[in-house]
């Protein structure tokens, strides 16, 4: 999987559209979600989303190809958020901050501000759910990285693996449950976060 990743690293680094959009494929359903844990207006979060985008492609030619792209994404996106939260005058942890309980929401402001510069919570989190993935049984990983990680519908999975969609459909399920069951154990607080990162 790091081989994977330095690979389209290289390929974005190179300004290579296709990488491009096939990182956007992959990435955005789940930044959205995260977006959405601070900002409430759809809109407005989708439009964050897209910002964190244009700014990577504007600035690929100086990618780190052995840094997570996806990590610097979600670093992105988060210090856009709080700074559209700081525009808008939100400065206390209320009501308004969309599908999070309280008490998880003070553990992800307070993990993001403790200064731990060596890693940040999003990489830190993809790299739990790799290392969750790795330990799959080998069948369900197939099948968990080529429609998760490949973005390929359940029938073409089942087509190229020769098992049915309803086959497909319990190994998802049975992997997601499986990585979700061991996230929890390690971050216990982040339970809606890590809902919508195996989303």
């Given amino acids: 999987m790091v081989e994977n990743s330095q690979?389209?690293?290289?390929?974005?680094?190179?300004?290579?559209?296709?990488?491009?959009?096939?990182?956007?494929?992959?990435?955005?359903?789940?930044?959205?979600g995260y977006?959405?844990?601070?900002?409430?207006?759809?809109?407005?979060?989708?439009?964050?989303?897209?910002?964190?985008?244009?700014?990577?492609?504007?600035?690929h030619s100086t990618i780190n190809i052995n840094q997570s792209i996806e990590s610097l994404l979600f670093v992105m996106l988060r210090n856009r958020c709080l700074n559209y939260l700081r525009d808008q005058k939100i400065h206390s942890v209320d009501k308004k901050i969309h599908k999070l309980e309280e008490n998880?929401?003070?553990?992800?402001?307070q993990l993001d501000f403790m200064g731990r510069e060596e890693i940040t919570l999003e990489e830190e989190l993809i790299m739990a759910i790799r290392e969750s993935v790795d330990k799959l049984p080998e069948k369900r990983k197939m099948v968990f990285f080529k429609a998760k990680i490949e973005?390929?519908?359940n029938k073409e999975v089942a087509e190229e693996l020769e098992i049915s969609v309803k086959a497909v459909e319990k190994h998802l399920h049975q992997a997601k449950e499986q990585i979700r069951q061991e996230m929890l154990l390690k971050f216990p607080l982040l339970s809606v976060l890590i809902a919508l990162l195996l989303k």
């Fill in 35 to 59: 977006c959405c844990l601070f900002i409430h207006d759809q809109s407005q979060a989708n439009d964050l989303v897209q910002e964190c985008f244009i700014k990577l492609w504007e600035k």
């Fill in 104 to 109: 998880e929401l003070q553990h992800l402001f």
């Fill in 151 to 153: 973005g390929k519908k």
């Fill in 7 to 32: 690979h389209i690293n290289i390929r974005l680094k190179e300004g290579n559209a296709t990488a491009y959009e096939e990182l956007f494929k992959q990435t955005f359903p789940r930044m959205l």
